[in-house]
């Protein structure tokens, strides 16, 4: 009798491409993009770097900054919502964070590198924290978008509410920190940290229903004891984001390519070289820069 009933029911076979791949903006995408070469062997083949100072930085600078927001909204233990970290709490936030990243093999490259790193979170909380974190609206805001061949996603490190304004999705600032000096205008990383914007501005669409009312970039970095005297953020700390459909739409597609050429190389375990000279920064911590001619320092021990 079933027979009969199926007989002419035609179920089409499904074919099987296995997990799509989930691609960071930060560490995928960008980092593909600044060196193919080094991606490949680390972050995709697994390869241990001897040196990370890249990653010891900005992690610590996000993850303390992370903790001083929490402190700040009250959801530290003991602590009343509307507290500033003090320099000694952010002193023990760094002290947590370095333990945490020593377990998994992160460290400064030279003592001076771990100074530095407490020095402008201490800046930034003095200058920013009495104005910029009673605006924070939400940390380590998390995007996420399907596409047909891959999963996209990001973080924004924190939502900020305009002053005076009800906080809502179309409002909402959406900033992102970066732990470096600000790149010139028409460096190629700032181009790059400017599409990564406009991505996040899409995804945050995606998620909230709306565009935020803006983008910012800011570079600790740039941060003095001088700032901290006066109170004042350098003007170079900040960098405003503009987008537009078009400006988003053209970094999805640059973005997508990247992607693509990410899947293609993991499909065939070939990791090319970059077509242009990576940054100094990044290949002097780099361990195959003893055998790349593509290498933008000399080979030598990394920095001190």
């Not at 609206?137 to 305009?162: I, K, N």
């Not at 990564?196 to 899409?202: G, H």
Request: glycine letters at 6%; charged letters at 25%; one cysteine or more.
């Amino acid at each position: 009798m079933f027979a009969k009933i199926y007989q002419n029911v035609n179920v089409p076979v499904l074919s099987h491409s296995g997990a799509r791949p989930r691609l960071s903006l930060t560490s995928d995408i960008l980092s593909f993009r600044h060196c193919s070469y080094q991606y490949g062997h680390f972050a995709h083949d697994g390869f241990v770097p001897a040196q990370s100072a890249q990653a010891f930085f900005g992690t610590m600078v996000h993850q303390v900054l992370d903790r001083c927001h929490r402190h700040f909204a009250g959801l530290s233990p003991r602590v009343k919502k509307g507290t500033l970290p003090t320099d000694a709490d952010i002193e023990g936030f760094f002290n947590e964070v370095r333990t945490a990243l020593k377990s998994h093999g992160i460290r400064a490259v030279s003592e001076n590198i771990a100074v530095r790193a407490l020095e402008i979170i201490r800046f930034f909380n003095a200058v920013e924290g009495p104005t910029l974190y009673p605006l924070i609206h939400d940390t380590e805001f998390r995007l996420e978008q399907d596409r047909a061949d891959y999963v996209l996603r990001g973080v924004v490190d924190v939502l900020v509410d305009r002053p005076g304004v009800t906080g809502t999705a179309s409002t909402r600032e959406i900033w992102d920190y970066k732990g470096s000096r600000r790149p010139a205008a028409t460096d190629k990383e700032m181009q790059e940290y400017e599409w990564q914007m406009c991505v996040y501005a899409e995804l945050y669409k995606a998620r909230s229903g709306a565009y935020p009312s803006k983008a910012v970039l800011y570079f600790l970095n740039e941060l003095s004891e001088d700032n901290v005297k006066t109170g004042k953020r350098p003007a170079r700390a900040v960098h405003e984001v503009v987008f537009t459909p078009q400006r988003v739409q053209d970094a999805l597609n640059r973005f997508h390519q990247t992607a693509m050429e990410i899947i293609q190389c993991a499909s065939t375990s070939t990791w090319p070289l970059p077509g242009t000279k990576p940054k100094e920064e990044t290949c002097n911590i780099c361990d195959l820069r003893w055998r790349c001619p593509k290498a933008s320092v000399p080979r030598r021990l990394p920095f001190a």
